[in-house]
């Protein structure tokens, strides 16, 4: 890291365009949807990456996108409520998968399923 600002250089808590994005879509019913997410506190955020490979590596191979400018993303997505724009998110939840038992999950795993009562069969 430099310790000294050159006269080109952007302050620090300037944004720096990050030039096209792969951003992730959805398709709608007659366009191309843009993907919003939220932070870990909570803030709806647009989400691009600089490259396919990291899109694929966060968000998995079948995820669709479209490439964009930072422009044109923050300006699809200021409207919608989200005016944070995050490049190249890294932290995410591991894939789910499918649980084993049936039930509701509780702090010490899965709760046991209720079973119906037996019938006794009477004969008449």
Known sequence: MCLFLYEGDPEPEEPVPAGPLYVPARPGTAQVVVRLFRTPLGARTAVGFTSAERLAATLGVEQPWI?????ALRAMAEPLGASLLTV?????APPVTP???????TA????PVP???ETVARSS
Do not use: K
């Not at 010490?108 to 709760?111: F, V």
């Open 115 to 117: 079973q119906a009562p």
């Open 88 to 92: 190249d998110p890294t932290l995410t």
């Open 99 to 105: 649980a084993a038992a049936t039930g509701p999950v």
């Open 108 to 111: 010490r795993g899965t709760a």
């Open 67 to 71: 490439r964009l400018s930072e422009t």
